[in-house]
């Protein structure tokens, strides 16, 4: 069955450095990857999306690759700000079976950006 | 636009005993999701509506758990009978239409304890 592995551990790091997250999976082809961020009692909130023919995506500070030879997703926050301190989660979907997708989501990392 | 809403935000229960959970998504969306996300864990999908009909519902523990859409717009999820391992956030999210590249929106989420 597929895997999704997302660091458990929170990562650290101070304001206006640049956080990197990471997106492991294996016994899967997902035709894109999101990404989300959820705040505590929240539910998630969609940020990015990127498709599997594509290698980077940007959206103002945030930034996330894709490389289907490694099955690995990065998404960078530049400039971090405290504001920014959430969980991130990542969630792979397809490929398109039918007349539907399938949905699976990492367990997510805790992002704290000490001021 | 208002986002998706879902009631209770709270339930506490003993095991054995029936939950329901209702959901009413955004406006125009086709597509809903149910989602469980166990403390520390990423969402799981349960089932997935597109309309009033069901497109998948592979995850969902069927002897316990059941769902439907009514008129293809609101959504009620039940647990009867509860046990202590389906204490979690039960999330609902919906999508515009059921494409391969749609974010989704959640609710809040109802927090389940079953004691």
């Known amino acids: 069955s597929q895997k999704i592995e997302q660091n458990s551990e929170a990562l650290n790091i101070q304001e206006g450095k640049t956080a990197t997250l990471t997106c492991n999976y294996t016994n899967y082809s997902p035709a894109y990857l999101q990404w989300y961020r959820q705040d505590p009692g929240r539910g998630p909130v969609f940020l990015l999306l990127?498709?599997?023919?594509?290698k980077e995506k940007r959206k103002e500070r945030l930034k996330v690759t894709f490389d289907t030879t490694l099955k690995q997703s990065l998404f960078h926050i530049t400039a971090s700000q405290p504001a920014d301190s959430a969980t991130y989660l990542c969630a792979l979907g397809g490929p398109q079976i039918y007349n539907f997708n399938k949905f699976y989501f990492g367990s997510g990392t805790k992002l704290n950006v000490k001021p | 636009e208002a986002g998706v809403a879902q009631s209770p935000r709270y339930k506490i229960i003993e095991k054995r005993q029936s939950v329901a959970f209702w959901c009413n998504p955004i406006?125009?969306?086709?597509?809903l999701y149910w989602y469980q996300q166990i403390l520390g864990q990423g969402p799981k999908l349960l089932i997935q509506f597109q309309n009033n009909g069901v497109v998948d519902d592979s995850q969902l523990p069927k002897d316990r758990f059941s769902a439907e859409r009514l008129k293809g717009v609101d959504s009620t999820l039940k647990i009867q009978p509860a046990k202590l391992e389906d204490s979690a956030v039960y999330l609902c999210?919906?999508?515009?239409?059921?494409?391969?590249?749609?974010?989704?929106?959640f609710g809040p989420g109802t927090r389940l304890t079953v004691l």
């Open positions: 990127i498709r599997e023919n594509e």
């Open positions: 406006s125009g969306h086709a597509t």
């Open positions: 999210a919906s999508s515009l239409v059921r494409g391969a590249y749609n974010e989704q929106f």
